[in-house]
């Protein structure tokens, strides 16, 4: 086991290094000086301008630029934001449980519905309800997100005043917030009507966020628990007098579930991508926004390193998702 | 339908018959054939679309702003769908924007093929170090959530239809080289190569006339779901900003530009959105029906 995980571990060094190459590539390639377009419009003095070259170290050889680059990552150096004026990480930092928490309930209502979805509509092959569910399924998977959370917005807060049209919290409500989360948050403050607040924010988001990784997660359960129902030892199974419950339950849905792990895990980049339309629908102050944001205030320091943890937490779930997969399932681990 | 094609050139006999038994199976799926037809009438929309719409999509009519459509209260049918915030025709628009989608498709589809064959064949045929850098370059490529990769690529490249769409291909290409890959590593050691290559043929005869032919299903099963990922990450980062510039129809910019009238005029979010949702929807359809015919596996039942 401990080989396995080092052999994945060693897999993924060439690809964090490429995503560095990346980071670091990006601010060369813009067109114009990089030194101007952080001065911006403002523009500044020859003497500046030179202490800023220097400074950011554009006067030396590139390698050695992207070597230092790499050592300050190393050493949690991520650059600043030239609009803040903060180390990126801690802006990083502040803004990331916004993202999470919406993450986390969206997939949460994901795999809730969308296993239990899957499971029925393969069990009930080619009934009304595999039918009417896979038919929502593909709508789902088609669906433009950012016009999905327009709807509900026109709908559940335009129409029928449910809920609010952005934000994470009512204003109304202000107290310290020790993990990040709004919802322990508000409940640790104890303030009355906080958590209901903080919660009514969170609906419209996480649904439209949930909604792509809950059709694909059902469709992707539904084809592998009809793969398993196909297989010899269900039949045997059944053939030896197991109740169904049993049959399903114990032996089909364990070895379905394996693909569905995988699948739930390749969510994480998806949930990312939907993060950065969903945060920007909603005013949701997560990193999703934080990074759209910059791009349009051509805010490079976030830009890049934003990309870059981004894209380094993607590559952690997937090797967790990873090691998960070979815990579960014998075969990958020994081959 | 592989063994079908052991011979480098297939007889016209037996690729008709591969035909006939691709759309007997394709028939089956009812949603796929619907999805078809819907797209079918879509490309003639899209080429038809200036004998089709009834007003220019970019004429502003000052008079006319925000009228909604016919059949609610203030509407005519001059305008069948309504105006926008500018007086611009809705019904136009969208008429006009099906051609955008289907460009983008088109073109983001033709880049990431082309280009993802030529790499995986090269990395899949060639192995060793070639084939390490290759796939690691696209592990890298993949490592980074798509609309965030191709939102800087655009943010790097200037906003715009064209830089959208290169980011968008460069996004969606390692997926067609990986699958080219894999499709050619299990095929490259078959008896059919073999013989191919003792017979005297070249490395590119070998690659492009001998292996590609069979590793034609799941790429074209990906290029579908391509597709259809294309037109929805170019109306992203139209709504975004960063894709098609208004006043161009665009559906994705469209919308852009309604999002503040959403409590106000309903029409202007709505239909460009479901424009959207419908022509995804139809090719995604067709993708299913596409993966449940040319998949050998799915065909036993």
């Not at chain 1, 509900?152 to 449910?162: P, V």
């Not at chain 1, 990040?180 to 607040?197: N, T, V």
């Not at chain 1, 114990?250 to 739930?264: C, D, G, S």
Request: aromatic share 10%; proline share 6%.
């Amino acid at each position: 086991m401990i080989k396995f995980i080092l052999g994945r571990l060693s897999y993924l060094i060439p690809t964090f290094i490429g995503i560095t190459i990346v980071a670091f590539g990006f601010v060369r390639i813009l067109p114009g000086d990089p030194v101007l377009l952080m001065a911006g419009e403002r523009g500044m003095t020859p003497e500046h301008y030179a202490d800023m070259m220097q400074r950011l170290g554009f006067d030396r050889p590139i390698w050695q630029q992207y070597l230092e680059y790499l050592w300050k990552l190393l050493h949690g150096n991520f650059g600043d934001s030239i609009v803040t004026k903060q180390p990126v990480l801690s802006d990083f930092l502040t803004l990331f449980p916004a993202t999470l928490e919406l993450a986390f309930c969206a997939i949460i209502i994901a795999v809730v519905i969308g296993v239990p979805v899957g499971v029925l509509a393969a069990l009930k092959r080619g009934s009304w309800f595999d039918q009417t569910t896979m038919t929502a399924a593909l709508v789902g998977y088609s669906m433009p997100i950012f016009w999905w959370g327009l709807l509900l917005i026109i709908f559940f807060s335009g129409i029928l005043g449910w809920t609010p049209v952005s934000g994470r919290i009512s204003l109304l409500y202000y107290f310290p917030t020790p993990t990040g989360f709004m919802l322990i948050d508000s409940l640790l403050s104890g303030q009355k009507g906080a958590f209901a607040s903080a919660a009514s924010h969170l609906v419209l988001p996480s649904i439209v966020l949930a909604t792509i990784p809950l059709a694909v997660i059902a469709r992707q359960t539904r084809s592998a628990m009809l793969e398993v129902l196909g297989e010899d030892y269900v039949r045997t199974a059944r053939a030896k007098g197991l109740s169904p419950r049993r049959v399903v339950g114990v032996h089909a849905l364990r070895n379905a579930m394996i693909p569905v792990i995988t699948t739930i895990g390749l969510q994480v980049g998806v949930l990312m991508a939907g993060a950065i339309l969903t945060e920007t629908i909603f005013s949701w102050p997560g990193i999703g926004k934080w990074m759209v944001d910059s791009i349009s205030r051509r805010d490079y320091p976030v830009v890049q390193s934003g990309l870059l943890l981004i894209a380094g937490i993607v590559m952690i779930v997937n090797l967790v998702v990873d090691l998960l997969y070979g815990l579960i399932n014998p075969r990958i681990r020994h081959s | 339908m592989a063994d079908a094609t052991a011979t480098n050139t297939p007889a016209p006999g037996t690729r008709r018959q591969m035909l006939a038994e691709f759309w007997f199976y394709f028939r089956e799926n009812r949603g796929a054939v619907y999805g078809m037809w819907f797209f079918i009438a879509l490309v003639i929309m899209a080429i038809l679309a200036p004998l089709l719409a009834p007003h220019d999509p970019i004429i502003q009519d000052r008079s006319a702003l925000l009228v909604p459509p016919f059949w609610e209260d203030g509407g005519t049918t001059n305008y069948l769908l309504g105006t926008d915030a500018v007086g611009r025709d809705i019904l136009s628009r969208l008429i006009f924007g099906a051609r955008y989608s289907l460009f983008i498709g088109i073109v983001v589809v033709t880049i990431s093929l082309v280009g993802g064959i030529v790499i995986g064949l090269v990395a899949g045929f060639f192995g060793g170090w070639i084939d390490m850098v290759i796939m690691r370059v696209m592990d890298v490529i993949l490592a980074f959530p798509s609309l965030l990769l191709a939102l800087v690529l655009v943010a790097v490249l200037g906003p715009g239809l064209t830089n959208a769409m290169i980011a968008i291909a460069i996004v969606s290409q390692p997926h067609f080289a990986r699958l080219t890959r894999a499709a050619v590593l299990g095929e490259k050691n078959r008896e059919y190569v073999m013989a191919a290559r003792v017979a005297g043929a070249g490395k590119m005869r070998l690659m492009f006339r001998t292996i590609l032919p069979n590793c034609l299903a799941p790429l074209i099963v990906q290029a579908t779901l391509s597709f259809s990922g294309a037109i929805l990450d170019a109306a992203a980062l139209g709504f975004l900003g960063m894709g098609a510039q208004p006043p161009t129809p665009e559906w994705g910019t469209m919308l852009a530009e309604a999002r503040e009238f959403i409590l106000r005029a309903w029409w202007v979010v709505t239909l460009p959105g479901l424009a959207i949702l419908v022509t995804v929807l139809a090719i995604n359809l067709m993708g299913d029906g596409l993966r449940d015919a040319l998949d050998p596996k799915l065909k036993r039942s």
